[in-house]
């Protein structure tokens, strides 16, 4: 059962700054403005500024996560659910049996960020590091490796979306059109799964640049909370993934948190789930998505998340 309670205060991604042992950004990727306020974060000593906290729908997810019976949240006017989840089979529960609203609930002020200049700047310099630690990658891997169809599968093409140097698929896995979308063309390059990439801003331009029911897979790996353009983004997965396409979205608690979209640094992984479940929905034309807690060792190493769905046979 997930625990929930009504917060009001900010509960922020797990993103720190670089030690050693993780290399999830350096301190050259974050703003001289942004530097002094993460440190005063991971000190405690920072209060949420004002325009992060703003317009977060939290009431609409903790209406739904109450519908969806994993847990009571306390207070009718929470600002924002948090949720700790306990147990393996939390994650698997949250999409179950969703009574969704009519109308996508989520504002505008939702998806902006601290940082709103231009990710192509952010994104400017390589970085040929890894955003999630090793237990995470590898047990990313091998969920892969028991959904995706055999190396070298005649006809069968996979898009890695927001894709960057390293795609985490299986070791040697090969398809015949394995296309990579992602911001930093020298991170696309040295990609060694890719048969062919494109430098795209989603952010900037959703539409992806390909055929109608073009892939068989699509898979987007610890990115999906940047996307300020999320129905969009998704309606066009739907369009160009093939009938019965697999649709794949992977996330854990770590983000450039000045980059990452307010209503996911403000939300804990529980609202994530239902974050990420409410795009399959509400961009249509997709089966029920469902949610995979994947995480190698709870408590010990960085979480992982998978919500996926297929799109209808029909769509």
């Not at 089966?287 to 995979?292: I, L």
Request: net charge neutral.
């Amino acid at each position: 059962m997930t625990n929930f309670a009504g917060l009001m205060r900010l509960q922020v991604c797990s993103c720190s700054i670089p030690t050693q042992h993780h290399h999830h950004h350096t301190v050259s990727t974050l703003s001289r403005r942004a530097l002094p306020l993460l440190k005063k974060w991971n000190k405690g000593g920072y209060k949420a500024p004002r325009r992060i906290v703003l317009g977060l729908s939290a009431s609409f997810l903790s209406q739904l996560l109450t519908m969806a019976g994993i847990g009571d949240v306390v207070g009718g006017n929470s600002f924002i659910a948090s949720a700790r989840i306990k147990g393996p089979t939390s994650v698997d529960q949250i999409l179950k049996n969703v009574e969704w609203p009519e109308q996508f609930p989520f504002k505008e002020e939702d998806f902006q960020r601290f940082d709103e200049s231009p990710d192509s700047l952010f994104y400017d310099s390589p970085r040929f590091v890894t955003h999630i630690d090793d237990p995470a990658i590898a047990s990313l891997t091998k969920y892969y490796s028991t959904v995706f169809p055999p190396s070298n599968t005649p006809g069968v093409s996979i898009l890695d979306m927001c894709s960057s140097w390293v795609s985490h698929f299986p070791s040697g896995y090969k398809q015949e059109r394995v296309v990579g979308l992602g911001l930093n063309e020298e991170e696309l390059k040295r990609n060694p799964v890719l048969t062919e990439y494109v430098v795209q801003d989603l952010n900037v331009n959703p539409t992806l640049p390909f055929e109608d029911n073009s892939f068989d897979i699509i898979t987007n790996v610890v990115s999906v909370d940047y996307l300020t353009k999320p129905l969009d983004v998704f309606k066009e997965m739907r369009r160009t993934l093939k009938p019965g396409g697999l649709a794949i979205m992977s996330f854990s608690n770590r983000c450039f948190w000045t980059k990452a979209i307010s209503i996911w640094t403000s939300t804990g992984d529980a609202d994530h789930v239902m974050i990420v479940g409410s795009y399959f929905h509400y961009a249509g034309g997709f089966e029920p998505s469902q949610g995979v807690d994947i995480s190698p060792n709870p408590g010990r190493s960085d979480p992982m998340y998978i919500v996926y769905s297929r799109k209808l046979s029909t769509a």
